[in-house]
């Protein structure tokens, strides 16, 4: 009895292991080719190794002033945004965990409902008649402030459990020892939650460097328009991708995440939690 159990176990464990290796191959072979196409002379669609192996996609790409621009652009505005979110939400969690508000949890809620449920193509119509109205379409300031005002109620959402994991004594003992509320908060209050504001960091980067449809709507020169729009330029007239340059674009957009990415994990080491307990 216990060698057929064994066995059991044992034919669980390899079909187990070999539905897992089927599906990670399934979705690392994308991964694959978006690392070798970009060094590819042909545009094939091919996982094999490129064959000749050039940079001349790579040359080609650089050569384009619009793409090129257009990650500057994106970088203007994601930075934009993030620091607007993170000292905004950092903020705004603060006051709602601190003060005494009523119905300040249904308020946070509420935020969060609206911001999950208006969002993207439903939303675009007031926010271009808003931004029209106060004279800021076709500028950086435009698409950072309707990427903020997006995702602010949910970087809230994500810091006030950080900040409700403190203690109070700790800023009350900081105030009786002759620190003001402010030199309280950020003394005490700002190293502990400094993990959950590289979470909403991280976050929000993300969410504005991908993004399409509001820089593109927002925005009219050419001059202005972020790479996740710019990619379009390496589509030929008949809008096919020609897809060796589309590769070496891709490759290059994705870097500042990646970097983001090894930042954080050499910084924090993505241990994102608090360092006080009750």
Request: hydrophobic share 60%; charged share 10%; proline share 6%.
């Amino acid at each position: 009895m216990q060698k057929r159990t064994q066995n059991n176990i044992f034919v669980r464990r390899t079909v187990f292991a070999a539905a897992a290796t089927f599906l990670g191959t399934v979705f690392a072979l994308p991964l694959v080719w978006f690392i070798f196409a970009p060094f590819n002379a042909r545009a094939e669609l091919g996982l094999a190794i490129p064959s000749p192996f050039t940079l001349s996609n790579f040359a080609t790409v650089f050569e384009n002033t619009f793409a090129m621009q257009a990650l500057l652009n994106s970088l203007i505005q994601a930075a934009g945004g993030v620091v607007l979110v993170g000292a905004a939400a950092t903020l705004a969690a603060y006051a709602l965990s601190r003060s005494p508000i009523p119905g300040k949890g249904a308020v946070t809620y509420i935020l969060l409902l609206f911001s999950s449920v208006v969002s993207g193509s439903a939303a675009m119509v007031p926010i271009f008649l808003i931004i029209s109205a106060a004279g800021l379409i076709d500028t950086h300031l435009a698409v950072i402030l309707v990427f903020a005002g997006g995702l602010l109620p949910t970087a809230m959402f994500i810091l006030r459990d950080f900040i409700d994991a403190i203690p109070r004594s700790y800023e009350e003992s900081a105030m009786v020892a002759g620190a003001s509320p402010l030199q309280a908060f950020f003394d005490v209050a700002l190293p502990v939650i400094r993990p959950g504001i590289v979470v909403v960091v991280v976050w929000a980067f993300v969410n504005i460097w991908g993004s399409f449809l509001i820089p593109f709507i927002l925005l009219r020169s050419d001059k202005l328009m972020p790479a996740s729009v710019a990619i379009y330029s390496f589509y030929s007239e008949a809008g096919t991708p020609i897809v060796t340059l589309l590769a070496a674009y891709s490759l290059i957009y994705s870097l500042p995440v990646i970097a983001l990415y090894l930042f954080v994990n050499w910084k924090f080491g993505f241990r994102f939690f608090g360092g006080i307990k009750s």
